[in-house]
């Protein structure tokens, strides 16, 4: 299994930034998606999960001004960034928890800076 995230830059506070990230590999149907995030000095902490049915959980910092979504058909999940803030610069993983496994992507660098 392979995750391959993308999306990441540089953006103004206030602005938007859509990460994705594709699974590859023999994905089973029943999993769990979502995104983490380390900023520097600090532990990777949750942002958001979606189950493959739907269920979605954020933490509180994002709620409000981030969405996560999935397309079960491409095994594919997106978090859509709105009004960033610069404490949301950070490296994003994405992260597929699949039978009691878990699967991480590369990390995609977001920076909020103006």
């Known amino acids: 299994v392979q995750l391959q995230a993308s999306g990441g830059g540089l953006v103004q506070p206030g602005g938007s930034l859509r990460l994705s990230c594709a699974a590859s590999g023999s994905i089973f149907s029943m999993n769990n998606m979502g995104w983490y995030r380390q900023a520097p000095g600090k532990q990777r902490e949750l942002v958001a999960t979606i189950t493959s049915t739907g269920v979605i959980n954020y933490a509180d910092s994002v709620k409000g001004r981030f969405t996560i979504s999935r397309d079960n058909a491409k095994n594919t999940v997106y978090l859509q960034m709105n009004s960033l803030k610069p404490e949301d610069t950070a490296v994003y993983y994405c992260?597929?928890?699949?039978?009691?496994?878990?699967?991480w992507g590369q990390g995609t660098q977001v920076t909020v800076s103006s």
């Open positions: 992260n597929l928890m699949m039978r009691g496994y878990a699967y």
